[in-house]
């Protein structure tokens, strides 16, 4: 299915086009339905002059009834409404009435900013859905999970002539050239075509464009932009384009420099989409605060003018690095306000296996060196969902993030993780030693856990009793020994049994609690040895029993299977297996160094390289192999020396992954296991969190494959 993307047009910006539309199909709604239907509302009524609806629930839909049109670029939708409600609203369209959501699809959709207030507002939005053999219905969604009452006169899809392609050279200067803009926030000025930011999936498009690819590798962008508060010298942005060849958008992100006015050359070749005919340009700003770009001229080149690329204002890493493209949704979901906005209610999806997902809890202001700044700066589009308006040491280059320990982030994550299935949390959890030689529980990222989870008031509080996920979301930790966490303190083992296995949600395997160990090689130096080693976990679950439990069931993430016996590890799990099944180093330049990129084919070496793995483990450690699986993983924006990077990992990659996990665990008779990694790495490219670059699809492919009950 083709990946399409919209952009707002509103009134009083830059033109559409200077001639009226051709009227495709038109409703005038405040003459009845006129077959349109809704779902999750009260009944559709004529009051006023206009139908009426109120919201009653979520999944709030209005929708049309079945026409056919053979999409063109340049068609509009257009919805004339009232609304009580203040939020972002969702077109959605189908080429089939086939499939689970009856052809409509995610990947399909236009959001459209509704301003609440009695003034009547047009609202037009350009699918771009170019590409699709046909269209056979549309609907409009108002703003998920909020109540609200809605007025629409009328809706119409138009069409606008678009006129004859032309090539890629635009003086902005001299007018808008047919760019259309987002929101009607855009104006033209005497030295170029002024447009703000509204939302974060605002974009500057281009008129249908003649443009070679092959012989013009490069954009010359002019570009200019004023200082913003909260903005770390420049504005983060995305060149994009679409071409005959295929309807997905591809991008580059670019920086652009505020306070003053600055040519960019941006390589688009580099991209694998960039060949035949471009017959469209986008520009994007991915900052998560409002911005106002100016750009003065646009042009295709073969190469830039000798010189031209030593520059101050080109020198920057992501326009002069070849980085690999990512897999992005068209058009990025709503972001999510913690400080104004809960969660609905759940409704949560069972599943016959336990699904665990890795939870990687750092996101806390102490995290400086790869935290929230370094992916506001080197990822901008990698943003998650949540944001907190009222956390200001959680903004970084003017993107709003949420800190990790907030319960309201947690409550948001454990709603999210229920109605997809995910029914055990994996917490990383990083004991330390204070110089006296007793256990350091204070490490910044267990603020979470400890916080956010369990409800205690600081970390290292005494043990609360239970929880408000006790009934709700099963958890374990993984005691990540890893420096400078690998040293032993004494009182750990009590700590971990009062603080966590004592909780009524501790998970349990054979009616142990489950204790995940990073590195067992860690484990035995720190202890002096391998007989040690084996004297701490037995002590570990000498306390345990003197509790009353049967013991504790120790995992290690890999390792030598006779090592792990002779210590006494009961079973072994996994947390990524990027490079199990081969990869290519591919070495670029970052600054003054060489560093290297790991690539893999997701399809063609990462799903048999862990079908490998699973098989040599299952051999080796029969039920007790607790099976992992990974998502995705690309390490490039953490500046490393050398880090993984998968391709071709998509979503509907993933889901194939499941299948043959849920399969193999099924024929080998495995315990009905199976991780994920991860839920929140950010710079490493690692995460199902629901996010602005892929939304919730990675989620929704752990539902469909190990859900039991489908909403």
Wanted: proline share 7%; charged share 20%.
């Amino acid at each position: 299915m083709p990946v399409l993307v919209s952009v707002f047009i509103g009134m009083g910006g830059c033109a559409l086009a200077a001639t009226e539309p051709i009227v495709l199909y038109e409703w005038t709604l405040n003459e009845g339905a006129q077959g349109w239907g809704g779902a999750n509302t009260t009944p559709l009524r004529v009051e006023n002059g206009a139908l009426v609806f109120s919201a009653t629930g979520k999944d709030v839909i209005l929708q049309s009834p079945l026409f056919e049109l053979t999409p063109e670029v340049g068609d509009v939708l257009e919805i004339r409404i009232r609304s009580t409600t203040e939020g972002t609203a969702e077109w959605f369209w189908r080429p089939t009435t086939e499939g689970q959501y009856e052809g409509f699809s995610p990947d399909m959709r236009s959001p459209v900013r509704l301003r609440a207030g009695d003034e009547w507002q047009v609202l037009r939005t350009q699918p771009l859905w170019q590409g699709l053999p046909k269209i056979v219905g549309v609907r409009f969604d108002p703003p998920e999970g909020l109540p609200g009452t809605y007025a629409v006169d009328s809706i119409r899809i138009l069409r606008f002539a678009r006129g004859e392609p032309v090539g890629a050279d635009f003086d902005f200067a001299t007018g808008d050239h047919g760019w259309v803009s987002p929101a009607g926030e855009c104006s033209t000025t005497d030295d170029g075509l002024r447009f703000s930011l509204l939302d974060s999936n605002a974009r500057l498009v281009s008129q249908a464009l003649k443009l070679d690819a092959a012989a013009n590798p490069w954009i010359e962008l002019d570009l200019s932009a004023p200082r913003v508060e909260g903005l770390r010298e420049y504005v983060p942005a995305e060149l994009a384009f679409i071409a005959d060849a295929s309807p997905d958008v591809q991008g580059l992100p670019i920086r652009v420099a505020t306070e003053r006015r600055s040519r960019y050359f941006v390589r688009m070749a580099q991209l694998p989409g960039w060949a035949g005919n471009i017959n469209t340009l986008l520009l994007r700003v991915t900052a998560g605060t409002p911005v106002e770009l100016t750009l003065h001229a646009l042009r295709a080149i073969a190469r830039p003018e000798e010189g031209a690329l030593a520059g101050p204002a080109t020198g920057f890493e992501f326009q002069t690095q070849p980085w690999h493209s990512e897999y992005r949704l068209p058009v990025a979901p709503t972001r999510i306000d913690v400080a104004t906005q809960a969660p609905p209610e759940t409704r949560p999806v069972s599943s016959r296996y336990t699904v665990a997902m890795w939870y990687f809890a750092a996101w806390e202001p102490e995290y400086t060196w790869d935290g929230w700044q370094q992916v506001a700066e080197r990822s901008p589009w990698r943003m998650p969902l949540l944001y907190d308006s009222a956390d200001a040491q959680m903004r970084s280059n003017g993107i709003q993030f949420y800190r990790a320990s907030n319960p309201r982030v947690i409550d948001w994550h454990v709603h999210w993780m229920r109605e997809h299935a995910i029914n055990l949390m994996l917490w990383d959890w990083y004991p330390r030693r204070k110089d006296d030689g007793s256990f350091d529980p204070s490490f910044f990222a267990n603020r979470a856990l400890e916080i956010g989870f369990l409800g205690k008031a600081a970390v290292g509080d005494p043990p609360v009793a239970t929880n408000r996920f006790a009934d709700t979301m099963p958890f374990a930790v993984m005691w990540t020994n890893h420096a400078p966490h690998n040293q032993l303190g004494r009182g750990l083992a009590d700590y971990i049994l009062e603080q966590f296995f004592s909780q009524p949600n501790y998970y349990r395997l054979d009616g142990k609690p489950l204790l995940v160990l990073w590195s067992v090689h860690e484990l035995v130096a720190q202890a002096g040895g391998e007989e040690q080693a084996k004297a701490v976990l037995d002590n570990l679950r000498a306390k345990a029993q003197a509790k009353g439990m049967p013991g504790v069931y120790v995992a290690a993430i890999g390792g030598e299977a006779d090592l792990l016996r002779r210590v006494g590890i009961d079973g072994v799990t996994g947390y990524h297996y990027s490079g199990s099944g081969g990869n290519r180093a591919e070495s670029r330049r970052l600054g003054d160094r060489t560093v290297q990129d790991l690539v893999e084919d997701y399809p063609s070496q990462t799903i048999p390289g862990h079908m490998r793995i699973w098989t040599e483990l299952a051999d080796a450690f029969g039920k007790d192999y607790l099976l992992a699986t990974t998502p995705m993983q690309n390490w490039e924006p953490t500046f490393r020396g050398a880090g993984p990077v998968m391709q071709q990992n998509t979503p509907d990659a993933y889901r194939e992954m499941l299948r043959r996990a849920k399969a193999f665990i099924d024929e080998r008779g495995l315990r009905p296991f199976v991780n994920i990694e991860a839920w929140n790495e950010w710079l490493e490219g690692s995460y199902a969190e629901p996010s602005t670059q892929w939304g919730y699809e990675y989620l929704e492919a752990v539902k469909d494959v190990l859900g039991e009950t489908i909403r």
